[in-house]
C-alpha cells in the first residue's frame, strides 16, 4: 500500500501483512526533517531519503512499515528540526491504519 501526504487525516484499511509505504515531500537542506512521531504497534521497515534532481532541492523522505499486528493503529509523523523542539513543527503526517 502506497501513502502520500494526500492521506492524511483518513483512515485506511489494510490487511495484516501488508507493507505500508509513505512517501512525503523533503528538502533536509533546510534542517526540517520528517520524523515518525508515533507509529502503534506497526513495524518499522526502513527510513530512507531519496534526492531530487536539483542540487539542494526537495526530495522525498520514504518510510516503510508492515501491519503486522491486527488492530486499529494510529501513524503520527511530523516535519521539523530536532535540535530546535516542537516549536519548529512545520508540517504533520496523521492516519489510522485499520489492520484485519
Same mark, same amino acid.
Not at 494526500?6 to 501488508?18: A, E, M, P
Not at 533546510?30 to 526533517?33: D, F, I, K, N
Given at each position: 500500500m502506497n501513502l502520500s501526504d #494526500? +492521506? /492524511? =487525516?483518513? %483512515?485506511? /484499511?489494510?490487511?495484516?501483512? +501488508?507493507i505500508i509505504v509513505l512517501r512525503l515531500? !523533503? =528538502?533536509p537542506t %533546510?534542517?526540517?526533517?520528517w520524523e515518525i512521531?508515533? /507509529?502503534g504497534t506497526l513495524d518499522v521497515l526502513?527510513? #530512507?531519503m531519496e534526492p531530487g534532481s536539483a542540487v539542494g *532541492? %526537495? *526530495?522525498m523522505r520514504i518510510f516503510e512499515f508492515q501491519a503486522s499486528t491486527a488492530g486499529s493503529h494510529h501513524l503520527q509523523l511530523k516535519q521539523w528540526r530536532r535540535? !530546535?523542539?516542537d516549536e /519548529? $513543527? $512545520? *508540517?504533520?503526517f496523521e492516519c489510522t491504519l485499520v489492520v484485519a
Open positions: #494526500r +492521506d /492524511s =487525516n483518513r %483512515t485506511i /484499511s489494510v490487511k495484516l501483512g +501488508d515531500d !523533503e =528538502n %533546510t534542517g526540517y526533517q512521531a508515533a /507509529s526502513g527510513d #530512507r *532541492g %526537495t *526530495g535540535w !530546535e523542539g /519548529s $513543527i $512545520i *508540517g504533520r
